[in-house]
């Protein structure tokens, strides 16, 4: 670790360091600290432990990057990160450091959001919504913000009450007309809808997506092999081929 911290200290170096990581501000590298964690996410999807092995270096090296930057100003270093880290998982782990009792999984799990919600109290923190990041894919955002209203009461008491309201927003957007505006906000009503009733399933919506979207392009290159070993070109298929060999995509 402490190696690390020299390379980064190097590259920022002002005078011999990485004239692109010297350019690098908090704004600038947090595009990149995105995409790497969806790249770790990637490795663990695939299996591919070799893979997730380097993916995990590229997420530790954005948090040391952060930490040079802020460093750099004057606002914390790494060992604050990690001295901060280290508090809170003591804190939030009676069960295991303090010798609390220990009760089940779902007991500690609302242990752990109870201690969340008095650290927000104490930040003079209090709208139920606080603290979902604006920066979350659209799909983990639009369910963190129902599970946060959900633990007030306002939720749907089971899943047909989410399936009713998917099929009234349907009726909505088939209302809507050629309003591209109208329909932009039909659209987004349905797919908080959707994310709804996947989490009412006890399922993350942003893994039912990945996994959907797998899939299609799982189907979607048999067609093309398909296509191809029979020298056809995929551009002048028709529909109707496309549509046949889908369904033998899907058999297979």
């Known amino acids: 670790m402490k190696a690390l911290l020299e390379i980064m200290a190097r590259l920022r170096d002002p005078e011999s360091g990485c004239p692109w990581d010297r350019a690098q501000t ?8 995105i995409e790497e964690a969806y790249e770790v996410a990637e490795s663990i ?9 380097a993916e995990l270096g590229d997420l530790l090296f954005q948090v040391v990057f952060y930490a040079r930057l802020a460093e750099e100003r004057g ?10 880290i280290k508090e809170k998982m003591i804190r939030r782990h009676p069960h295991v450091f303090a010798e609390a009792p ?12 109870e201690m969340k919600r008095a650290e927000r109290r104490d930040q003079a923190q209090h ?4 603290n979902v990041p604006q920066a979350l894919p659209a799909l983990t955002r639009a369910q963190k913000l129902q599970k946060r209203a959900s633990k ?6 089971d899943r047909q009450g989410v399936i009713d309201k998917l099929q009234e927003e349907l009726r909505e957007l088939e209302q809507a007309g050629q309003d591209p505006e109208a329909l932009l906000e039909e659209c987004g009503d349905l797919l908080f809808s959707c994310v709804n009733l996947v989490r009412h399933c006890g399922l993350d919506a942003e893994e039912a997506l990945r ?17 191809n070993a029979q020298g056809q070109d995929i551009h002048e298929a ?3 081929t496309l549509d046949r060999l889908w369904d033998e995509a899907k058999s297979h």
């Open 238 to 240: 028709g529909l109707q």
């Open 26 to 33: 908090f704004e600038t590298i947090a595009p990149f600290t």
């Open 152 to 157: 007030v009461g306002f939720d749907w008491p």
């Open 102 to 113: 220990i009760g089940s999984a779902e007991e500690q799990r609302r242990a752990w959001e």
């Open 75 to 84: 606002l914390f270093d790494f060992d604050g990160v990690v001295a901060g």
């Open 211 to 227: 996994r959907a979207n797998r899939k299609f392009e799982r189907r979607f290159r048999f067609i093309e092999s398909a296509l």
């Open 45 to 53: 999807a695939a299996g591919d432990h070799e893979e997730l092995r």
């Open 127 to 130: 709208g139920v919504l606080d």
